[in-house]
């Protein structure tokens, strides 16, 4: 924060710590006492073409997966202080069936509570018509997938890890696949393997049950480690520790999550996408 280079604070030669020049801007802002930061987008950019803005709070690394304008697009590169991601097509252009409807990650309990009420046969009184009828429909897609009893499900060259975890076990479990070569992309109700037979997808999670890389190692995958208000202030090597810090619990659980999964693996005809 004292760096003449960073420009937060400063000493005075009686040795009296102030406010420097950057650190008088960011506290006259209006926004600094504001107890939750505002939301981010990210700037996406194919080459030299602007492609538009998209809000991320997913973890994020190179060869990441995004669905962005009606279709998929790889992170080639990533600017994590200027908030821009650098991206390609991908070569599987279709959106995936479990696509992201917001930018609030899913906690833990809510991914399991939502599992409970697919598997319950009761439907609430104060459901309306329409709701009731949604939750039907919903019961009656997860039954016919078979999902009380399956958790890989493959869809044309992809291959869907449904985990019931939250966003940050997800995300680890992301990261972790990555690490060993697979494209992933992360969603609510767990991983998308793109390309990936169920085959395959059996190989990786049965490597990653057998031996799952450490919070440091995995670490060094991520690229959008600012999360928090004032991150972007705070060395690199700093907020990786703290990466390392906030998701080790979900590191040790990654063998039991992955050997869950393979357990769950049915080889029966592949996912086949619902109908509107």
């Excluded at 959008?224 to 619990?249: C, G, I, M």
């Amino acid at each position: 924060m004292g760096d003449p280079s960073v420009g937060l604070i400063e000493q005075a030669p009686d040795g009296q710590i102030m406010l420097g020049g950057l650190g008088e801007r960011l506290t006259s802002d209006r926004e600094f006492y504001a107890i939750f930061d505002t939301d981010e987008e990210w700037s996406l950019r194919h080459g030299a073409r602007p492609l538009g803005q998209i809000p991320i709070s997913n973890v994020l690394f190179v060869g990441s997966i995004l669905a962005f304008a009606g279709r998929r697009w790889r992170v080639i590169a990533v600017d994590d202080r200027a908030k821009v991601l650098n991206v390609e097509p991908h070569r599987s252009g279709r959106l995936p069936l479990f696509e992201r409807q917001a930018v609030e990650p899913l906690g833990d309990r809510l991914a399991q509570e939502m599992r409970a009420v697919y598997l319950a046969q009761d439907l609430p009184a104060y459901a309306d018509p329409a709701a009731t009828a949604l939750l039907q429909e919903g019961r009656d897609a997860f039954a016919a997938f078979d999902l009380s009893r399956r958790a890989v499900l493959a869809e044309g060259p992809d291959t869907h890890v449904l985990l019931w975890r939250g966003g940050e076990m997800n995300g680890v479990m992301a990261v972790a696949l990555l690490a060993m070569g697979a494209e992933t992309e992360v969603h609510d109700l767990g991983v998308t393997l793109t390309n990936t037979t169920i085959d395959h997808a059996r190989i990786l999670l049965e490597t990653v049950a057998a031996r799952a890389p450490s919070a440091a190692e995995l670490s060094a995958f991520v690229v959008n480690l600012s999360e928090a208000k004032f991150d972007t202030y705070a060395p690199q090597a700093v907020l990786r520790r703290l990466w390392e810090r906030r998701h080790e619990a979900y590191v040790t659980q990654l063998p039991e999550v992955a050997l869950q999964a393979v357990r769950l693996i049915d080889m029966t005809p592949s996912l086949q996408r619902l109908s509107t």
